[in-house]
């Protein structure tokens, strides 16, 4: 069994449609694929009738920008009802945030000398109902500024272009997560900045306060230590360990599908947790 849990469609930042995703996770030989685009359920319908088509299953997948401690950290929810009021309004929050954050991106350049129009961004966005930094470093590639999106991150947009926006507090993110009967997973926690503050400690503490139900650790941006350390981590705190590419199509080199996979057993167990966490949701509503 091949299962990888995290990837991404040109519904957000990825490049592929959501059924060329699937065709593309047919040709990687995966059995089981999970779409979780940034901030929006938009591209699940059309991936689950194309996974059906080509018999291959879906798991329906969000990841949530939300910060932990002022530090940005990325929320994988599996399973949610996608029609979960409490939770698509926060969505349209967060997604309102990253439309307005736009303009403030093509300012900051314009006066780094880089001039780029919003309608630029959007040119290359098409698909998309959540629009992301890729976004602005296509079109920064499209203007010849850059060679490729790694060029405009590292030297402009978590740089000198940088430009904060609006996330959700983390535990709110796993309650709404919950309370939309889904099963929250933290994103690659020892990637980039949310290392710095996801120490074991305040793990232990998302568990005890959220029933968080467990941790991405296979992922490119762990190294084999950190791996390690997690999946120790995650043993002794009762997290189901995921692992997955979190491809990006085109747009981000070095995560292929199936670079990355979660177990059988892991996956059992989180569907298990989903089963529960969405029986306890219809119990509630009841
Ligand atoms: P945003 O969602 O607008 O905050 O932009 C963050 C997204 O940009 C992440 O989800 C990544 O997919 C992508 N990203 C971050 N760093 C890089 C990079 N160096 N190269 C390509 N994509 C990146
Ligand atoms: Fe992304
Ligand atoms: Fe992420
Ligand atoms: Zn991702």
């Not at 966005?125 to 490729?148: F, K, Q």
Request: glycine residues 8%.
């Amino acid at each position: 069994m091949r299962i990888d849990l995290h990837t991404h469609s040109n519904i957000s930042d990825g490049t592929d449609s959501p059924q060329g995703l699937i065709a593309a996770a047919v040709a990687a030989g995966l059995d089981v694929i999970g779409l979780a685009d940034h901030d929006t359920f938009d591209g699940i319908d059309i991936a689950r009738k194309q996974a059906e088509i080509e018999g291959i299953e879906l798991v329906a997948g969000i990841e949530i920008s939300a910060q932990y401690q002022g530090t940005s950290v990325h929320l994988l929810g599996y399973g949610c009802d996608q029609e979960d009021a409490p939770l698509l309004a926060e969505l349209a929050r967060i997604r309102e945030a990253r439309d307005n954050r736009v303009p403030r991106i093509c300012e900051k350049l314009t006066e780094l000398g880089l001039p780029l129009a919003v309608s630029q961004v959007q040119a290359q966005a098409r698909n998309a109902t959540s629009l992301g930094r890729p976004h602005v470093a296509d079109a920064m590639i499209a203007a010849g500024y850059v060679a490729d999106r790694q060029e405009a991150f590292d030297r402009y947009l978590q740089g000198p272009a940088r430009v904060r926006r609006y996330q959700v507090e983390l535990s709110q993110g796993i309650e709404l997560i919950h309370q939309a009967g889904g099963a929250a997973v933290i994103a690659h926690p020892w990637g980039r900045s949310a290392k710095e503050v996801l120490s074991a400690a305040a793990l232990a503490s998302l568990v005890a306060e959220t029933g968080l139900e467990g941790i991405e650790v296979e992922h490119q941006d762990h190294d084999e230590p950190a791996r390690r350390q997690l999946r120790r981590l995650a043993a002794e705190l009762g997290l189901i360990a995921t692992g997955a590419s979190d491809y990006h199509g085109r747009g981000k080199k070095n995560h292929e599908l199936g670079c990355n996979l979660t177990s059988p057993e892991a996956y059992r167990e989180l569907q298990q947790r989903m089963t529960a966490r969405a029986e306890a949701r219809a119990a509630w509503r009841r």
